[in-house]
């Protein structure tokens, strides 16, 4: 039973969060920031981070390009949720890609574990993240081979609807993929939930 929580600005539908997990209290949570690295723009890791320790849990941070192969092994087996930051979701691919941190991560999934996915970290649960060129630069995964991702949703999220500074690059990808892929924008006001095969979007 898959069980995903996806959304373009965490901080900002932290309710529909609660409603959705309730028992949080005690939990460990694998907390990935390595999309949000390369970029100079990353306040939303810090908040992220403040709004699960706010919540009760115990966040163990997971830097994937530095840690080794053992550390991301047995974080992301042993904590009880997984939560992947926004940031360049080419880097994060390459690195998900490059230390095998995304096969467990798919594993751990299909086994039930709670996945939280934040931007970039929404955007890699699809099966190809070629759409999000128009978003981030893929200048900065040069040894990537391929886009293919996580593949853990049938659907291709578009984070940061009609909100600064992304209108036009959303807009763009709305424009060019719409006709070939199965897109679901969604504003930092929304979520989307999957809870096995019911996926539902709420909105704060």
Do not use: C, W
Request: charged share 30%; hydrophobic share 40%.
């Amino acid at each position: 039973m898959k069980k995903l929580f996806l959304s373009s600005s965490f901080s900002d539908v932290i309710d529909i969060f609660i409603d959705f997990q309730k028992d949080l209290k005690g939990k460990s949570v694998t907390f990935i920031p390595t999309a949000s690295i390369i970029e100079e723009v990353d306040f939303y890791v810090d908040l992220a981070k403040k709004d699960f320790q706010k919540l009760g849990l115990v966040v163990n941070e997971l830097e994937i390009s530095t840690a080794t192969n053992d550390e991301i092994e047995r974080k992301l087996r042993k904590n009880d949720f997984i939560y992947i930051s926004g940031g360049n979701t080419f880097f994060l691919l390459q690195e998900l890609k490059r230390t095998g941190a995304d096969k467990i991560i798919i594993e751990e999934v299909n086994k039930g574990k709670l996945y939280i996915g934040e931007s970039a970290g929404a955007i890699i649960t699809s099966k190809n993240i070629e759409y999000a060129k128009e978003m981030d630069s893929v200048e900065e995964a040069i040894n990537l081979k391929n886009f293919e991702a996580l593949n853990l949703v049938d659907f291709y999220i578009v984070p940061h609807y009609k909100n600064f500074p992304f209108e036009k690059s959303v807009e763009k990808i709305i424009e060019i993929y719409s006709s070939k892929l199965s897109l679901k924008p969604i504003s930092n006001n929304e979520a989307i939930l999957v809870n096995s095969d019911k996926i539902s979007l709420k909105k704060v």
